[in-house]
């Protein structure tokens, strides 16, 4: 049994080596969309890359903490992983767990906003994705999206974002 474990680890090592990985894989992200996305939406050229940068790593460091809610682990793991996120973003950034909790308050206020919407006049599969992506596009451009670009990133960064971080915890 030993060696298994050795081999394979254990599920709390895992947790912690993904937690490791999490701000450093957000990190790629979001310098590998920036070229991708200025090629189909010229408007990203006219953003700084340093803040693209750190507005779509905060965003994906967002969903992977944010899918810990559903996964069956103790709040003491819990809370052992977010220390290693939390420790792992404040010495990159100091201003980085602040935008983590922007970013979190402003899509719960989202999601019960588009959640409250006619039926027909929302898409329940994308509630977070779209919340998320109202974030993004709003810090970064520092405005709500106002033009057919902007709104068109919302839904393109919201689902980038969740797609490539809402199963991290179970890529370990």
């Known amino acids: 049994m030993n ?3 050795r081999l394979f680890g254990t599920p709390d090592r895992n947790l912690t080596d ?19 996305g200025e090629a189909k939406f010229p408007a990203i050229r006219e953003l700084d890359t340093k803040h693209w940068d750190f507005i779509l790593a905060i965003g994906g460091v967002f969903v992977g903490i944010s899918q810990l809610n559903h996964e069956s682990l103790s709040e003491h793991m819990k809370d052992s992983i977010l220390d290693i996120v939390s420790e792992a973003v404040t010495a990159w950034q100091t201003d980085g767990p602040n935008a983590i909790e922007d970013c979190r308050q402003f899509v719960d206020r989202t999601y019960d906003g588009l959640e409250s919407l006619p039926e027909q006049g929302r ?22 999206p106002s033009t057919d670009e902007e709104t068109q ?19 370990g």
Do not use: C, E, I
Request: glycine letters at 8%.
């Open 123 to 144: 898409d329940r599969q994308f509630l977070f994705s779209d919340s998320l992506g109202g974030w993004v596009v709003w810090n970064l451009f520092g405005h709500a």
């Open 153 to 171: 990133l919302v839904r393109v960064l919201g689902g980038m974002l969740v797609h490539s971080f809402m199963y991290w915890w179970k890529k």
């Open 18 to 36: 993904q937690a490791r990985k999490l701000l450093p894989a957000a990190q790629v992200f979001a310098a590998s969309s920036y070229t991708t």
């Open 3 to 5: 060696l298994l474990k």
